[in-house]
């Protein structure tokens, strides 16, 4: 299993796209700044809708980012390693996307005031999600069977490692002025409500009209019908689109 791929100080990533080199800069030299906004989750937790609430937030509800900026450029992945140099490049407040447990996120991060808001949700929706997302990936072990998924999700023997460690790493920044914890469920059960909380998390104001465009345009139609934020810009050497969606049912 681990051919299959890029091992970094005992956790596993997707051996396309990642360098084990960009992964011990952005622990040990990457310096986050006190205006940055950084989300940050477990893979396959509902990350590109949160995405897509905080890009129209900052655009206070005007579409034309959204519709015309790929979600990796509007949020890079910080460990990615095309990411990894655009972001040491760009000037002022960045907005910026993870998947890191907390061992390996930048330790800058820590004496900070940087914001972050970390996105839970429910590991068996998850293990789902991760069971048809990663068949589409290269550079990652494809299982063959949902029981064989099941194995590995609970060995931790999947891109970025366990779940469990994930969330317990993470939820012991909870309190902190500079750090949300918003759940996947809590935005299907009452999205306006929990706009509103990260719009105040953000120290954000949007008036109603521009409220009600963002959440007119983060239904799960608005995002699988555009094509800057369904992965389907993404080349074939890094996602076999004919194999299935990013976004497949959205509940």
């Known amino acids: 299993m681990a051919s299959d791929y890029l091992w970094f100080e005992g956790i596993p990533f997707p051996s396309v796209g990642f360098r084990i080199e960009d992964l011990k800069s952005v622990k040990n030299e990457f310096v986050v700044r006190d205006e940055d906004f950084i989300t940050l989750s477990y893979p396959k937790s509902g990350t590109h809708w949160l995405l897509e609430i905080i890009s129209l937030i900052y ?33 002022g407040p960045r907005i910026y996307t993870s998947h890191l ?16 808001i970390y996105l839970l949700r429910n590991p068996r929706d998850v293990l789902t999600s991760n069971f048809y997302f990663f068949r589409l990936l290269s550079g990652v072990k494809h299982p063959q069977t949902f029981d064989q998924c099941f194995e ?23 309190g902190k002025e500079n750090f949300l914890v918003v759940t996947y469920e809590e935005l299907h059960q009452d999205l306006r409500t929990t706009v509103e909380k990260i719009i105040q998390f953000l120290g954000k104001k949007l008036g109603p009209e521009e409220l009600n465009s963002l959440l007119k345009h983060v239904s799960f139609k608005a995002m699988k019908d555009n094509k800057m934020s369904n992965l389907t810009l993404l080349p074939d050497t890094i996602m076999d689109h004919s194999q299935g969606k990013l976004l497949r049912k959205g509940s």
Not at 67 to 91: C, F, G, N, Y
Not at 101 to 116: G, W
Request: charged share 25%; with cysteine.
């Open 59 to 91: 655009s206070k509800g005007d579409p034309n980012w959204v519709q015309s900026v790929p979600m990796w450029d509007r949020s890079p992945w910080i460990e990615t390693e095309e990411a990894h140099e655009q972001l040491q490049k760009k000037e």
């Open 101 to 116: 447990p907390i061992q390996l996120f930048p330790k800058s991060f820590f004496d900070s005031k940087a914001k972050m």
């Open 152 to 174: 590995w999700f609970l060995q931790g023997n999947v891109p970025y490692g366990s779940w469990f460690d994930h969330c317990q790493g993470w939820l012991q920044m909870r």
